[in-house]
C-alpha cells in the first residue's frame, strides 16, 4: 500500500518507482507461501480466514493488473493508429457532414438512414457496453446496411450512393475503434476499482487479525 503512495509523489525518492513496483509485486506474490505457512494450513469460518482470503483476492487481482498494463497500452498504440480519442472523434464529425451533404442529393430514404447513423452512433454508455467495446445496435451499422440495399434497389444517382456507402464504411470503423479504445481505458480503470477496494479491506482485516490474536493471547 505503501507503493501506492510512492507513485505519487514527485521526485527521486531514496529508491527508484521501478524498485518500488518490483519489491510492490515479489513480495506480494511470496505472501501467498509466507502467509499459508504462517496459517499452518487451518482455515475455519472466522476473521483469519478473512483475511487470508482476501489477500489471495487482492494478489490475483494484482496479477489480473500487471497482465493488464503489458497488453493494454501496446494495444491501445496498434488501435489508435496515431490518433487521440478526441482526434477520432472530430473525424467522425466531418465523416457525418460529408454523409448528410450526400444524403440531401439523394433523397429521403438515403437522409432517413444517415440521420439513424448519426442519432444512432454512440460512444460510451453502459459498464457492459464499454467493457465489451460493442455497440449491437450502432447506428452507423444499420445505416450502412440501409444505404447499400437502397443503392441496389435505387438507380439514376451515378456514383453518389457508392460514396455514401464508403463514407458510413469508414465510419463504422472509426466508430468500433473508438469502442475498442474506451474498452482498453476502461479495462485498466475497473482494474484499480477492484484491486484498492480489496486492499483496504484485507488492512482492515489484517488488523482485527492481529487485535484479536493479541486479545486472546492476553
Keep these: 500500500m505503501l507503493f501506492g503512495i510512492r507513485k505519487r509523489r514527485y521526485g527521486p525518492g531514496a529508491f527508484s518507482l521501478k524498485a518500488w ?3 510492490h509485486v515479489y513480495l506480494g506474490l511470496s ?6 505457512l504462517h496459517a499452518a494450513f487451518q482455515v475455519g469460518w472466522n476473521v483469519h480466514t478473512l483475511a ?3 489477500m489471495l483476492l487482492v494478489i490475483a487481482s494484482g496479477i489480473w493488473g500487471v497482465v ?3 497488453r493494454l497500452p501496446e494495444r491501445m498504440t496498434e488501435n489508435r493508429r496515431g490518433l487521440t480519442l478526441k482526434a477520432m472523434q472530430l473525424e467522425l464529425a466531418e465523416i457525418d457532414r460529408q454523409c448528410v451533404a450526400l444524403a440531401n442529393q439523394l433523397g429521403e430514404e438515403y437522409d432517413a438512414a444517415v440521420k439513424i447513423s448519426r ?4 460512444l460510451g454508455g453502459s459498464a457492459w457496453r464499454l467493457l465489451s467495446g460493442r455497440d449491437p445496435r450502432c447506428g452507423a451499422v444499420r445505416a450502412l446496411a440501409m444505404v447499400e440495399k437502397l443503392a441496389t434497389e435505387r438507380t439514376g444517382f451515378g456514383d453518389r450512393p457508392s460514396v455514401l456507402v464508403a463514407a ?8 468500433q475503434r473508438a469502442r475498442r479504445d474506451l474498452r ?3 479495462l485498466m480503470d475497473v482494474w484499480l476499482h477492484i484491486h484498492v477496494p480489496l486492499s483496504f479491506a484485507l488492512l482492515a482485516a489484517l488488523i482485527a487479525h492481529i487485535v484479536s ?5 492476553g
Design 21 to 23: 513496483l518490483s519489491a
Design 31 to 36: 505472501l501467498i507461501v509466507v502467509a499459508t
Design 52 to 54: 487470508y482470503v482476501l
Design 68 to 70: 493488464n498494463y503489458a
Design 119 to 122: 442519432e444512432g452512433s454512440t
Design 168 to 175: 458510413l464504411s469508414r465510419k463504422a470503423a472509426l466508430l
Design 184 to 186: 482498453y481505458k476502461a
Design 213 to 217: 490474536v493479541f486479545y486472546y493471547w
